[in-house]
């Protein structure tokens, strides 16, 4: 059983940058990882994966060209940089590991954190 906790989140102006970070209570070296996130009232949405064998990585096409997810095996972290932030943007950001199935689906994954809350303003 592995435990994810998300930080980094927080009040950020539309144009702006953020950095989340996940941290894993022990290896992820052979999961992939990804952010999914979950504004008011709608469902949880795909944002980004990455894949463990050989770093693929994967976005949906509302954050495509504006955030990069990246991970470190050897310090059991993921991130997901967020630049040019839109309203659009704000939700409650969720990393989860170890996928059974598609990348972009949540039923699919293990493990996941609490969330970080991210609020962009226009």
């Known amino acids: 059983q592995v435990q994810l906790v998300e930080s980094g989140g927080g009040l950020v102006q539309a144009g702006g940058s953020l950095t989340l970070s996940c941290a894993a209570s022990g290896s992820i070296s052979s999961y992939t990882m990804a952010w999914f996130r979950q504004a008011p009232g709608k469902g949880r949405e795909f944002v980004s994966a990455?894949?463990?064998?050989?770093?693929?990585?994967y976005y949906a096409d509302s954050v495509r060209g504006r955030f990069t997810i990246s991970r470190d095996n050897d310090k059991n972290m993921a991130y997901l940089q967020m630049n040019f932030l839109k309203a659009e943007d704000t939700a409650v950001y969720f990393c989860?590991?170890?996928?059974?199935?598609?990348?972009?689906?949540?039923?699919?994954?293990?493990?996941w954190g609490r969330g970080t809350q991210v609020t962009v303003s226009s």
């Open positions: 989860a590991g170890y996928s059974r199935k598609h990348y972009a689906e949540a039923a699919g994954y293990a493990y």
């Open positions: 990455i894949y463990w064998t050989d770093g693929s990585r």
